[in-house]
C-alpha cells in the first residue's frame, strides 16, 4: 500500500531563515506531488505540482520554491521566511496520468510552521 | 462565481440527526467530484467520489446536479465522530490539479 511521509511535524522559525521541509511517498512510481498551504480558517491552496523528477510548476507567486530530486521525494523551500508563510503545509499525491479516477489526491500529516 | 463556494457553518446537530451540505462549482467541464474530510489540525482525507450522478457508501450520500452546477453530501444517523469539516473538491485547470472549498464545518452535539 501506498504511504506518504512528512517531516519536521511542527516548526518554529524566526523571519529571515531559510526553510526545508521534505515529502516522501512510498509504494508507487511516478506520482504527481503537490504542496499545499492552509492558513488559520482558510482553504487550501495549492503552491506546487509536479508530474516529474525536476518537472515543477508553480501556482502563486512567493518567497518559497519547490524541487524534485527524486521520483517519490518533493521538497519546499525557502531562503528567507516571512511572517505571512505561517500556515499548515501539506503535500499530497496522486496516481500518474491524467483522466477520470486519477484525480484523487492523499495527503501526507503535514507541518504546522509558526515563523515568528 | 467562486470555482468552488461552500456555506462555512458551522451546522449543529443532535446525534441521530440527518444533515445536508451544499457546493456550487462554476466550471461546467468538470465531470468528477470529491468530498474529503478534514478533522481539526489534521491531514484532509478521501470521503467520496462523484463521477456520475451520486455515490451512496453507508451513511453518507453524495449528489451531482450537472445543470445547477452543484454537489451536495447528506449524513444520514449523524454519530459524534462525525463531527469535522467537510470540504467540496473540483477538478480545474487541467492536469490532476484540484481546487478546495473553504469547508463547512459540522458539530454532532449528544
Known amino acids: 500500500s501506498q504511504t506518504i511521509h512528512q517531516w519536521p511535524a511542527t516548526l518554529v522559525q524566526p523571519v529571515g531563515s531559510p526553510l526545508s521541509l521534505e515529502c516522501t511517498v512510498e509504494?508507487?512510481?511516478?506520482?504527481?506531488l503537490y504542496w499545499y498551504r492552509q492558513a488559520a480558517g482558510r482553504g487550501l491552496q495549492l503552491l506546487f505540482y509536479?508530474?516529474?523528477?525536476g518537472q515543477i510548476s508553480s501556482e502563486v507567486p512567493q518567497n518559497l520554491s519547490a524541487s524534485r530530486p527524486q521520483d517519490r521525494q518533493f521538497i519546499l523551500s525557502s531562503k528567507k521566511l516571512l511572517l505571512s508563510d505561517s500556515g499548515f503545509y501539506l503535500c499530497?499525491?496522486?496516481?500518474w496520468g491524467v483522466g477520470e479516477g486519477r484525480e484523487t489526491q492523499y495527503f501526507g500529516p503535514g507541518t504546522r510552521l509558526l515563523v515568528l | 462565481r467562486k470555482e468552488v463556494e461552500q456555506d462555512p457553518g458551522p451546522f449543529n446537530v443532535p446525534e441521530g440527526a440527518t444533515v445536508a451540505f451544499n457546493c456550487t462549482y462554476s466550471n461546467s467541464a468538470s465531470q468528477s467530484f470529491f468530498w474529503y474530510r478534514q478533522d481539526c489540525r489534521k491531514e484532509p482525507k478521501l470521503l467520496m467520489s462523484v463521477y456520475s450522478s451520486g455515490n451512496e457508501d453507508g451513511r453518507f450520500t453524495a449528489q451531482l446536479n450537472r445543470a445547477s452546477q452543484y454537489i451536495s453530501l447528506l449524513i444520514r444517523d449523524s454519530k459524534l465522530s462525525d463531527s469535522a469539516t467537510y470540504l467540496c473538491v473540483v477538478p480545474t485547470g487541467g492536469g490532476n490539479k484540484l481546487t478546495f472549498g473553504t469547508g463547512t464545518q459540522l458539530k454532532v452535539e449528544l
Open positions: 499530497a499525491w496522486s496516481v
Open positions: 509504494g508507487t512510481s511516478n506520482p504527481n
Open positions: 509536479s508530474v516529474g523528477i
